[in-house]
């Protein structure tokens, strides 16, 4: 099992970057997915996750709602986070884990992650 994030980089405060998770191992389309993002001095986060069924159920934490999109592509075996409107809040390294089943829990708790990939740092600063 690999997931791997890409995707991030530095943007004004204002700007969009859209992160992507390319699994491998593993079949896409039989798990949720999840966002967590970690800023220095601070706990991982959870920031989005998006369940199995089709337009998949998703959560964001209240500070991106309405900011960032979570979505899948099953065939491409990847998910991506749309994050516009970007804030110095922001910034921080990011991960995309596997749930350990089909479904969101919608606190994302981190011991409902099974794997984890390398993070993506995103920076906003001008």
């Known amino acids: 099992v690999q997931l791997q994030a890409s995707g991030g980089g530095l943007v004004q405060p204002g700007g969009s970057l859209r992160l992507s998770c390319a699994a491998s191992?593993?079949?896409?389309?039989?798990?949720?997915i999840a966002w967590f993002r970690q800023a220095p001095g601070k706990e991982r986060e959870g920031v989005s996750c998006?369940?199995?069924?089709?337009?998949?159920?998703?959560y964001y934490v209240d500070s991106v709602k309405g900011r960032f999109t979570i979505s899948r592509d099953n065939a491409k075996n990847t998910v991506y986070l749309q994050m516009n409107s970007l804030k110095p809040d922001d910034t921080a390294v990011y991960y995309c884990?596997?749930?350990?089943?089909?479904?969101?829990?919608?606190?994302?708790?981190?011991?409902?992650?099974?794997?984890w990939g390398r993070g993506t740092q995103v920076t906003v600063s001008s």
């Open positions: 998006i369940s199995i069924n089709d337009g998949g159920n998703t």
């Open positions: 884990a596997r749930v350990r089943w089909g479904y969101c829990v919608p606190t994302m708790p981190t011991y409902t992650m099974d794997y």
């Open positions: 191992g593993f079949t896409l389309s039989n798990y949720a």
